[in-house]
C-alpha cells in the first residue's frame, strides 16, 4: 500500500446495519476490467483507476467553474435533510390530476430549483446548520461557456466510445455534472441504464446491490413518483415492514478523483458525499442497454425485473386504482404458485 496521505477517514462514512463487501479496483488497461464488465458473463461494478476520462476536469474547483460555467440557470435541489430522494415529475403530475384516484397524494421530499452558479456557490460556502442542504445537477450542454465545452470534448471518449461497443451498449443519453455538498446522500435507487461514474473532485461513498436482491429492497411500485427507488430507510430501517432487508449484502466502495466506477444496469445504488469532506464533484455518463442480441436463458435477474415493471404498469393501466393491483396479485398467486 503506498505510503501517501489516507485522504479520508472511515468516522466521515454514515453507518449502516447492512453486511459489505469491497468493490474491486483496477488499473484502465488490466483485461479484468472487461472480464468483470462482461455483460454475457459478470456485469458487476467495478472502478477504474488512473483512466483519463475526465482528466481534462482535473482543473475543475468552484472557481474555475464560476469563472467559465457561463450564467446559465442551473437545475438546483433543495431538501430539509440529507437524503436527496428522486422523484418523477411527471408522476407527480399524474397524482395531482387525480389519474389515480383521490385518496393518493403526495409530498415531494426536495424542492428543484432554478439557480445561478453564483448563487449556488455563495449558499454553499455560508452553508450553516439548519439551512436547507443544496444538490446541484445539471446536465452539460450548450448552456455552459466555451472553456467548459473544450473541457468536455477532451474527454477521453475513445476509452468511453470503446466500453460502449465492446459491451455492447445504447447510445450515451446523459452527461449529468454533480456537485453536492459534504454529507448529501441520494437514497437507494436503481436507474435503466448503463453509467460510467467519473469522480472528478472529493470523495463519494457508493454501497450497490444486484438486481437479484429485489425482494430485500421492497423498490416503490412502479406508478409512484419514488419509482425505482427503494422504500427502505437507510437511516432507521423499518424491520417489521422490510424484514427482507436484513438479508441484503451490498457492495461498497470510496472513491476519489481519478476513479470511475461502473455502475450496471438495474444495479441499486446508495450513493454519499464524505460527511467533513467538503463538496464534491462527479460527471456521470449514462448509456442505454443495448439491443438484446438473442434473449438467452435462463433469464438474467436484471430481465425479470424489466418483466415486473411491465406486468405492474399493465395492470395499473387496466385496473387504474392502484389500491387494487396489490390484492389481485395476491389472489393470482397465493395459495396458487407455491
Ligand atoms: C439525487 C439527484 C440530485 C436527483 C434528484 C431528483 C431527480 C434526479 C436526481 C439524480 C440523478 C442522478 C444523480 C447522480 C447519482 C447519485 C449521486 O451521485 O448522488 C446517480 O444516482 C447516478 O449517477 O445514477 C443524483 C440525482
Ligand atoms: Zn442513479
Redesign the pocket.
Known amino acids: 500500500m503506498s505510503n501517501e496521505k489516507k485522504q479520508w477517514d472511515p468516522s466521515q462514512l454514515r453507518k449502516y446495519d447492512i453486511s459489505l463487501e469491497q468493490i474491486p479496483r483496477y488499473d484502465y488497461c488490466d483485461p479484468r476490467v472487461d472480464e468483470i464488465m462482461d455483460e454475457n458473463v459478470r456485469q458487476k461494478p467495478v472502478i477504474i483507476q488512473n483512466s483519463n476520462v475526465v482528466a481534462s476536469a482535473k482543473k475543475w474547483n468552484l472557481d474555475y467553474l464560476e469563472k467559465y460555467m457561463g450564467n446559465g440557470d442551473y437545475t438546483v435541489?433543495l431538501s430539509r435533510n440529507h437524503k436527496?430522494?428522486?422523484?418523477?415529475d411527471k408522476k407527480v403530475a399524474k397524482i395531482n390530476n387525480g389519474d389515480m384516484g383521490k385518496n393518493v397524494e403526495f409530498t415531494q421530499p426536495?424542492k428543484?430549483v432554478d439557480m445561478k452558479l453564483p448563487e449556488f456557490l455563495k449558499r454553499l460556502k455560508e452553508w450553516k446548520r439548519g439551512d436547507d442542504r443544496l444538490?446541484?445537477?445539471q446536465g452539460l450542454n450548450n448552456t455552459v461557456g466555451p472553456e467548459i465545452v473544450r473541457d468536455f470534448l477532451n474527454f477521453d471518449w475513445d476509452f468511453c466510445n470503446g466500453k460502449q461497443t465492446k459491451h455492447n451498449w445504447g447510445p450515451l443519453t446523459y452527461n449529468?455534472l454533480?456537485i453536492?455538498m459534504e454529507g448529501?446522500?441520494?437514497?437507494c435507487?436503481y436507474?435503466e441504464?448503463q453509467?460510467l461514474?467519473a469522480q472528478i473532485y472529493g470523495y463519494?461513498r457508493?454501497i450497490l446491490f444486484p438486481p437479484s436482491q429485489f425482494e430485500c429492497l421492497y423498490p416503490y411500485p412502479v406508478y409512484h413518483p419514488h419509482d425505482r427507488q427503494s422504500m427502505v430507510d437507510f437511516d432507521r430501517p423499518d424491520y417489521s415492514k422490510f424484514p427482507k432487508f436484513k438479508e441484503a449484502k451490498g457492495y461498497e466502495a470510496v472513491i476519489g478523483p481519478g476513479d470511475v466506477l461502473y455502475?450496471p444496469i438495474y444495479w441499486w445504488?446508495h450513493?454519499?458525499?464524505l460527511m467533513r469532506g467538503g463538496h464534491?464533484i462527479?460527471v456521470?455518463f449514462?448509456y442505454k442497454d443495448g439491443p438484446n442480441s438473442s434473449i438467452s436463458y435462463p433469464l438474467k435477474d436484471y430481465q425479470k425485473v424489466a418483466i415486473m415493471r411491465n406486468i405492474e404498469k399493465m395492470l395499473q393501466d387496466v385496473l387504474k386504482d392502484p389500491r387494487e393491483v396489490g390484492p389481485l396479485l395476491r389472489t393470482m398467486v397465493l395459495g396458487r404458485f407455491t
Do not use: G, R
Request: aromatic letters at 20%.
Open positions: 435541489f436527496f430522494k428522486y422523484y418523477d426536495t428543484k444538490y446541484l445537477q449529468l454533480l453536492a448529501n446522500v441520494t437514497p435507487h436507474d441504464q453509467n461514474f463519494k457508493c455502475i445504488h450513493i454519499e458525499s464534491t462527479t456521470n449514462w
